[in-house]
């Protein structure tokens, strides 16, 4: 019974029906519903932390940044998969750049200044993180060569379909190799060694880890369609633009999971971890789920979608990459990184608050 009364976020499950409920019997109550959604998912992105955390016990911090990364972005990617359907080509790249700057930006500063204000001084592997770096330079200039050529191309703009679907397939290639290099060839070079100061507890078993993992990634999908589908209005209601609210908003909410157990393994001194979770999934994001999205819209699409991205988004995510290639290439963190990468974030966001509604060229 103390347990059970004990102050805990699973008392917040209770909002996941209680958010059902709004949403079928009282559609019309998108704040209320956007409320519910969201404490929902806070607890669900603890259940979800926990079990990243245990598999990375058994599989090492590599691979469990990158299962928390891929499991993280599910949500994300049901989401883009049916505004894709729909032929909303904006608000998919916009909460794209939204994700990309958002963990390397708000997930990765968070977790700098929750770990660094416990240890004064904490590091992590200086390689990793050099090459991870790199992957988003890559990214960046995915982003940039389509925009080039959209704005520079004149009439020639018809081939703009073709382009982004080849630079997709040279992402998705890229990434494939990079997980190979990562996790098979090299993966001495991105080894960490033990933490001595964590204190050790019981593992899950790999069943126990993998159920909760689905479970609660699940879980959040379905809570994260429930959410944005009362998102838009809610965030009008406040006086949000539909700019604002795709690249940050929607991305804040979409990559909850990130959030919480990027943050929990750096108060724990486990930065290699946290660094797979918060910068391994923008890269997951631009190499992985933006190309996928193109190559599955000339199949699911209305029309073929393209990676021309808006300046805005376009300088937003370069200026997101180049801090944090440059605070994360010495291998060593502390509390004011993070806060320097939280100051980046929100000057971008208020840039995006700002940004008026007709923002196409």
Request: charged fraction near 10%; proline fraction near 3%; include cysteine.
């Amino acid at each position: 019974m103390r347990e059970i009364l004990k102050p805990s976020l699973n008392w917040l499950l209770v909002f996941i029906p209680a958010a059902v409920w709004l949403e079928h019997a009282n559609p019309e109550s998108h704040m209320a519903i956007f409320a519910c959604a969201c404490l929902s998912v806070l607890p669900l992105a603890g259940w979800l932390g926990r079990a990243t955390e245990h598999l990375a016990e058994r599989t090492g911090e590599g691979v469990g940044g990158l299962l928390n990364a891929t499991f993280g972005n599910a949500a994300e990617l049901i989401i883009a998969f049916m505004a894709l359907r729909r032929g909303l080509y904006d608000v998919v790249k916009a909460s794209l750049t939204g994700s990309i700057i958002g963990n390397i930006l708000l997930v990765l500063g968070a977790a700098y200044l929750a770990g660094g204000w416990k240890f004064k001084v904490q590091t992590f592997n200086a390689t990793s993180a050099r090459n991870q770096s790199t992957m988003l330079t890559l990214a960046v200039i995915g982003l940039v060569v389509p925009a080039a050529f959209h704005y520079l191309g004149g009439k020639e703009r018809i081939y703009e379909a073709d382009l982004s679907l080849e630079i997709s397939a040279v992402l998705l290639a890229t990434y494939a190799l990079s997980l190979f290099f990562s996790l098979h060839t090299h993966k001495k070079l991105f080894s960490t060694a033990p933490e001595s100061e964590e204190v050790k507890h019981p593992s899950w078993s790999l069943t126990r880890s993998l159920t909760v993992l689905f479970a609660a990634t699940a879980m959040i999908a379905w809570m994260s369609e429930i959410l944005v589908g009362s998102v838009e209005q809610a965030a009008h209601t406040l006086g949000m633009t539909s700019v604002f609210v795709g690249v940050i908003v929607v991305a804040i909410i979409g990559n909850a999971a990130e959030h919480s157990t990027a943050i929990m393994v750096a108060m724990k001194n486990r930065m290699d971890l946290s660094l797979g979770i918060a910068i391994g999934s923008s890269i997951q994001i631009a190499l992985f789920v933006a190309p996928l999205l193109v190559i599955a819209s000339h199949f699911m699409g209305p029309r073929p979608m393209d990676l021309v991205f808006t300046p805005a988004e376009v300088v937003a995510t370069g200026l997101a990459v180049a801090i944090t290639g440059q605070i994360s290439s010495d291998g060593e963190s502390n509390w004011f990184e993070g806060v320097q990468l939280l100051a980046v974030y929100v000057i971008l966001a208020l840039l995006f608050y700002f940004l008026p509604e007709g923002r196409q060229a």
